[in-house]
């Protein structure tokens, strides 16, 4: 089973950045190099939505409305990590961000397996 470990939120200003990293463990690396990943995040009251996506060979990215243009996704499979780095952050931004494999795509049924999430808090 794959298991995944976001790290890298906290509390920020607005305006500032930060990088969010999603490691696979080494036992999980090979499917999880394979694989399409996916950076959700959920608010609180909110359902959990799309922020961006990379495919497994790192040439494809999508992003959400919100985020595009302010937000980079990458991955390096030789570290079995991906990023979401996130600059000029906005109080909207303030949710809990969760990293996914899987086949991939926007939604949230798309993924198989989920890491335990990173509170991204960003204040005015």
């Known amino acids: 089973q794959v298991q995944l470990v976001e790290s890298g939120g906290g509390l920020v200003q607005a305006g500032d950045s930060l990088r969010l990293s999603c490691a696979a463990s080494?036992?999980?690396?090979?499917?999880?190099?394979?694989?399409?990943v996916g950076w959700f995040r959920q608010a609180p009251g909110k359902e959990r939505e799309f922020a961006a996506s990379?495919?497994?060979?790192?040439?494809?990215?999508r992003y959400a409305d919100s985020v595009a243009g302010r937000f980079t996704i990458s991955r390096d499979n030789a570290k079995n990590t991906v990023y979401l780095q996130m600059n000029s952050l906005k109080p909207e931004d303030t949710a809990v961000y969760y990293c996914?494999?899987?086949?991939?795509?926007?939604?949230?049924?798309?993924?198989?397996?989920w890491g335990q999430g990173t509170q991204v808090t960003v204040s005015s």
């Open positions: 080494e036992a999980s690396g090979r499917t999880f190099s394979w694989q399409a």
């Open positions: 996914a494999g899987g086949p991939g795509g926007q939604r949230v049924g798309g993924y198989d397996y």
């Open positions: 990379i495919s497994w060979t790192g040439s494809r990215t």
